[in-house]
């Protein structure tokens, strides 16, 4: 078995690393996560009410568990289902995809019925590949990373777009997945010493519906991890705050603008803004926020994300991404060419001494 960084290192007492306090205990044993809790919690509702009652329902249920878990008051129990927190989310989720509205597109087609909307994904999960990843952040691996296809983002340099946007629904090739083999093979991920179980892609967002039902038929005691584009909905963000136990949202532009020039998405920095807020908030708190530092856009987008973080959820970790190369769609068109480039030593040390000046956490995990 693959021995994690905690293992690996004595540095977890003295490093930044101490607000990943409940991802630590989950791995040392000492608690269960926490969709094993909501899977425990009973709610008695009818799966034939209207969408309105269901949701005041999850939103009084919400407050309730929020209470409990964190007076460490719950225990595990074996219920049906249906009758659980989690079957109640599992309710919304479908509901919600039968007009789909899980991110902020709003693209409004019945998935149920295998209409696509922008992120092309039908009904079924479309897993690309899952494997023991050891290319995450330090205090992530060995990370059970299960990478899906499709994207709610068109992001015009993405790294993926052969499992974001350059891939048919249609292929041959395409492994559709059943929420039963989606829990078997995170099970199998955690047997082999994954740390964390680590919805990815693309982006995770449009396949919630089976993520969410995959968790009746799984039960092995490791940490959930939602790794994002984070352009979810309100609604989709109510479902999930306090299921993960792990966040790794993206932050990319400190703008609306540069958000629609470059991944298409109008809304982006309000969106993800209020996302990661709500983490802070109503979630875990126990979030490693990536920044990929782009070149030209230390000024107008990693500075103005910096000071966000420090004045909003100064608790998270950052880490400051020099990863940034030009791909895909971006060294084929003139309209990219700010960006046609890799950042400069000198961008990278201008927006991590920032870090720095802010106060910000950002020095083991990047």
Same mark, same amino acid.
């Given at each position: 078995?693959?021995?994690?960084?905690?293992?690996?290192?004595?540095?977890?007492?003295?490093?930044?690393?101490?607000?990943?306090?409940?991802?630590?205990?989950?791995?040392?044993?000492?608690?269960?996560?926490?969709?094993?809790?909501?899977?425990?919690?009973?709610?008695?509702?009818?799966?034939?009410?209207?969408?309105?009652?269901?949701?005041?329902?999850?939103?009084?249920?919400?407050? +309730?568990?929020?209470? *409990?878990?964190?007076?460490?008051?719950? %225990? =595990?129990?074996?219920?049906?289902?249906?009758? !659980?927190? @989690?079957?109640?989310?599992?309710?919304?989720?479908?509901?919600?995809?039968?007009?789909?509205?899980?991110?902020?597109?709003?693209?409004?087609?019945?998935?149920?019925?295998?209409?696509?909307?922008?992120?092309?994904?039908?009904?079924?999960?479309?897993?690309?590949?899952?494997?023991?990843?050891?290319?995450?952040?330090?205090?992530?691996?060995?990370?059970?990373?299960?990478?899906?296809?499709?994207?709610?983002?068109?992001?015009?340099?993405?790294?993926?777009?052969?499992?974001?946007?350059?891939?048919?629904?249609?292929?041959?090739?395409?492994?559709?997945?059943?929420?039963?083999?989606?829990?078997?093979?995170?099970?199998?991920?955690?047997?082999?010493?994954?740390?964390?179980?680590?919805?990815?892609?693309? +982006?995770?967002?449009? *396949?919630?519906?089976?993520?969410?039902? %995959? =968790?009746?038929?799984?039960?092995?005691?490791? !940490?959930? @991890?939602?790794?994002?584009?984070?352009?979810?909905?309100?609604?989709?963000?109510?479902?999930?705050?306090?299921?993960?136990?792990?966040?790794?949202?993206?932050?990319?532009?400190?703008?609306?603008?540069?958000?629609?020039?470059?991944?298409?998405?109008?809304?982006?920095?309000?969106?993800?803004?209020?996302?990661?807020?709500?983490?802070?908030?109503?979630?875990?708190?126990?979030?490693?926020?990536?920044?990929?530092?782009?070149?030209?856009?230390?000024?107008?987008?990693?500075?103005?994300?910096?000071?966000?973080?420090?004045?909003?959820?100064?608790?998270?970790?950052?880490?400051?991404?020099?990863?940034?190369?030009?791909?895909?769609?971006?060294?084929?068109?003139?309209?990219?060419?700010?960006?046609?480039?890799?950042?400069?030593?000198?961008?990278?040390?201008?927006?991590?001494?920032?870090?720095?000046?802010?106060?910000?956490?950002?020095?083991?995990?990047?």
């Amino acid at each position: 078995m693959v021995r994690s960084y905690f293992e690996k290192s004595d540095s977890w007492e003295n490093t930044e690393l101490k607000v990943l306090k409940h991802y630590k205990s989950i791995m040392a044993g000492e608690r269960e996560p926490r969709y094993k809790f909501i899977k425990s919690f009973p709610v008695d509702f009818d799966p034939e009410a209207d969408f309105d009652q269901l949701q005041l329902i999850h939103s009084q249920t919400k407050e +309730d568990f929020a209470v *409990h878990f964190g007076e460490g008051d719950l %225990s =595990l129990q074996k219920i049906p289902f249906h009758q !659980s927190y @989690l079957g109640l989310k599992a309710e919304l989720v479908t509901r919600i995809v039968q007009e789909c509205f899980l991110c902020e597109r709003n693209c409004g087609v019945n998935r149920l019925e295998n209409e696509l909307g922008v992120c092309n994904v039908p009904k079924e999960m479309i897993l690309s590949t899952a494997f023991l990843h050891m290319g995450e952040e330090p205090p992530l691996v060995p990370s059970g990373t299960i990478f899906f296809y499709g994207c709610t983002f068109k992001c015009v340099f993405c790294q993926n777009y052969d499992i974001s946007q350059k891939w048919r629904v249609a292929s041959r090739r395409i492994n559709r997945v059943s929420p039963q083999e989606l829990a078997v093979i995170a099970r199998e991920l955690h047997k082999k010493g994954a740390r964390n179980i680590n919805y990815v892609g693309g +982006d995770p967002t449009s *396949h919630l519906m089976g993520i969410i039902k %995959s =968790l009746e038929f799984f039960d092995s005691s490791v !940490s959930l @991890l939602w790794n994002s584009n984070m352009g979810l909905s309100d609604l989709a963000m109510e479902l999930i705050v306090d299921l993960f136990d792990l966040w790794l949202p993206d932050f990319k532009y400190g703008n609306n603008e540069c958000g629609k020039k470059f991944s298409l998405f109008g809304d982006y920095f309000d969106v993800v803004a209020r996302n990661l807020k709500k983490i802070y908030e109503k979630g875990s708190k126990e979030t490693i926020i990536r920044h990929l530092i782009m070149p030209n856009h230390v000024n107008c987008c990693s500075k103005p994300i910096l000071e966000w973080i420090s004045e909003n959820v100064p608790v998270n970790l950052v880490n400051v991404m020099g990863q940034y190369r030009p791909q895909f769609k971006v060294p084929l068109d003139e309209r990219y060419s700010e960006i046609n480039r890799r950042p400069t030593f000198e961008e990278i040390e201008e927006v991590r001494n920032y870090a720095t000046e802010l106060g910000l956490k950002w020095k083991s995990v990047s």
